[in-house]
């Protein structure tokens, strides 16, 4: 996990994560609100918007929300996330919440917990993608015996099967991408994933 990771801008003028060589998005979400809590405690909550790549959860900053935000961005990599649930209260916002591990130059302490709350509709097309995600990144590592890989691990084929047969909840507000309407952006890598700190 690391925090104000480079983001682009698309032809549409929207603020994207920028994405790593050979980096498919999935899905892209508005009106989240992201929550981080350390050991030192739990850091001020912002809306922005979430992505899901074939790599990673990576959260852009409402530009409202940048003076009290202490991150522009934020990433989750796929394989560095665990104890990943869905939370559904009777009153409040659906919310996934989960565990990440992050990169050693980041201002955390301890365990770093995440929650992502969706301020406006239901979640039945987001949380099937993000399990089907997970669910290949875990058994890509299992299978080559790598913690950690700068190479997606979805094929565009199986991305594609996704998003054709998965069901889309019509109370999502969801943009779900496929292979043919990728955002158009500059296509360069940053951060390597070679140092995410190791679980505890």
Not at 30 to 53: F, H, P, Q, R
Not at 189 to 197: I, P, Q
């Amino acid at each position: 996990m690391a925090l104000n990771v480079p983001t682009v801008v698309d032809s549409s003028g929207r603020v994207l994560p920028q994405p790593f060589p050979g980096e498919v998005f999935m899905l892209q979400r508005s009106k989240v609100e992201c929550e981080l809590k350390d050991a030192t405690g739990k850091w001020k909550s912002v809306k922005g918007e979430l992505y899901l790549t074939s790599l990673r959860l990576a959260f852009v900053t409402d530009p409202k929300e940048l003076p009290k935000s202490r991150f522009i961005s934020i990433e989750f990599p796929l394989q560095g996330i665990w104890d990943e649930a869905l939370n559904q209260p009777i009153f409040g916002c659906n919310n996934v919440s989960g565990t990440s591990q992050y990169y050693e130059d980041q201002p955390f302490d301890g365990t770093l917990m995440f929650k992502l709350y969706f301020l406006h509709g239901g979640v039945g097309t987001f949380v099937p993608r993000l399990n089907f995600a997970l669910q290949q990144v875990r058994a890509s590592m299992q299978q080559s015996g790598q913690v950690y890989t700068d190479s997606p691990v979805i094929s565009a084929g199986s991305l594609d099967d996704l998003q054709r047969s998965a069901f889309v909840d019509p109370s999502d507000p969801s943009v779900v991408y496929t292979m043919s309407n990728q955002p158009r952006v500059p296509n360069t890598g940053h951060v390597s994933r070679a140092n995410l700190r190791q679980r505890r």
